[in-house]
């Protein structure tokens, strides 16, 4: 009995869909185009992994938010601007310089449970532990925390401490971590909003340092993004740039159309439709 028992249920467990979203700022927006495009076509994904951005919007939609709410929360400037998300402290001796209370009160407002439990989907949140220099999958504990976690670009958000130990984005180790969806998913959809592209001009130092931290962010994301059984490249980033929060519904179209162009070019995706 025991023996039936372990084979339905990982034969059952084997059966959901995960989806990866990776990190990119506001390039992420085009994750909630991903989406829409995903439902519309009846694909709905049963885990959610995420990363940075990618942990926001995944963390949302985990706890039932449509995309299309979501796309209203940008509108009412809640998901819209950085500086919407971001309280600069006045001092260089802290962390970094800005915290994240208003994301982790966004989160508490939206989602007063705060717990990984009690979302209508799994989700798994990646984070860097700097103690360790790793990155982990977190799956359990205060939603706010872990998220802010995952989005704690280093230099710019406080890092986040928990047990004595500091937590940064996870997209500095891992942009795609869709590792973690193996267990659980026979198949993986991937969404990386930072596919590599060479740059054609380096005339300003922002520009190299942007350029490097995408290859960097590339590097990192190669085993993740071929765990993936498809993966799905809006190219927002042609045209944008993680700093493009005023641009949201241009990158929400890019997501949307990158995902019906793929499920078009790709049709034996449909066979995850519910």
Not at 181 to 197: A, R, S, Y
Not at 244 to 259: N, V
């Amino acid at each position: 009995m025991g023996l039936i028992k372990d084979f339905f249920f990982s034969s059952t467990r084997n059966e959901s869909t995960g989806l990866c979203l990776s990190g990119g700022g506001a390039l992420g927006f085009a994750h909630i185009g991903v989406l829409q495009s995903l439902e519309d076509h009846g694909i709905y994904p049963d885990y959610i992994a995420g990363t940075s951005m990618g942990a926001i919007i995944g963390t949302f939609y985990a706890a039932g938010f449509t995309p299309q709410e979501m796309l209203q929360m940008i509108k009412d400037d809640k998901l819209y601007k950085i500086t919407k998300l971001m309280t600069f402290r006045p001092t260089f001796l802290k962390s970094g310089l800005s915290n994240h209370h208003i994301l982790r009160h966004l989160i508490l407002e939206m989602i007063p449970h705060n717990s990984f439990d009690q979302l209508k989907k799994r989700l798994q949140i990646c984070v860097v532990n700097l103690s360790k220099a790793e990155w982990e999958i977190i799956s359990e504990g205060e939603l706010d925390k872990w998220v802010a976690a995952s989005a704690s670009i280093p230099g710019v958000f406080e890092a986040i401490k928990h047990d004595e130990t500091f937590y940064v984005d996870g997209g500095l180790l891992n942009n795609v971590p869709a590792q973690g969806l193996e267990e659980f998913c026979q198949t993986i959809i991937g969404v990386d909003v930072i596919p590599h592209i060479a740059p054609v001009e380096l005339s300003k130092p922002i520009d190299t340092l942007a350029s490097s931290v995408r290859a960097m962010q590339h590097q990192n994301s190669k085993e993740g993004r071929e765990i993936c059984r498809y993966l799905i490249e809006p190219k927002a980033i042609e045209k944008f740039h993680e700093f493009s929060f005023d641009a949201y519904q241009e990158i929400y179209q890019y997501g949307y159309s990158a995902t019906t162009k793929y499920i078009v070019e790709n049709p034996e995706i449909m066979y995850l439709r519910k």
